[in-house]
Nanobody
């Protein structure tokens, strides 16, 4: 099965930047789309961004577009989330996901990573 491992989280100040990475591995990495979601304590899981694994199409949530950029490096089986101008409201655990299609719905994705914590101080 596909395994996803996130990295790159940490503590940053308001206005700072982080780049999250998600490495997909396993005997078969066939997912057609990769997504990033986030979840803060007491809140529902929120869609952040998605990219077509093969096609390069990108899709962003309303609150992230203009600040975040999702990209991929298929040679490394890696998806990135570049986060700029971070705000305290961005504080959450960020999860990488893989699925058959681009979607803002978490249930559309078949595989999930363990998450990486992003904390933005005020």
């Amino acid at each position: 099965q596909v395994q996803l491992v996130e990295s790159g989280g940490g503590l940053v100040q308001t206005g700072g930047s982080l780049r999250l990475s998600c490495v997909a591995s396993g005997p078969t990495v066939s997912s057609s789309a990769m997504g990033w979601f986030r979840q803060a304590p007491g809140r529902e899981r929120e869609f952040v961004a998605a990219v077509s694994w093969s096609g390069g199409t990108t899709y962003y949530g309303d609150s992230e577009e203009g600040r975040f950029t999702i990209s991929r490096d298929n040679a490394r089986n890696t998806v990135y989330l570049q986060m700029n101008n971070l705000k305290p409201e961005d504080t959450a655990i960020y999860y990488c996901s893989a699925g058959p299609l681009l979607s803002e719905i978490g249930g559309s994705y078949d595989y999930w990573g363990q998450g990486t914590q992003v904390t933005v101080s005020s």
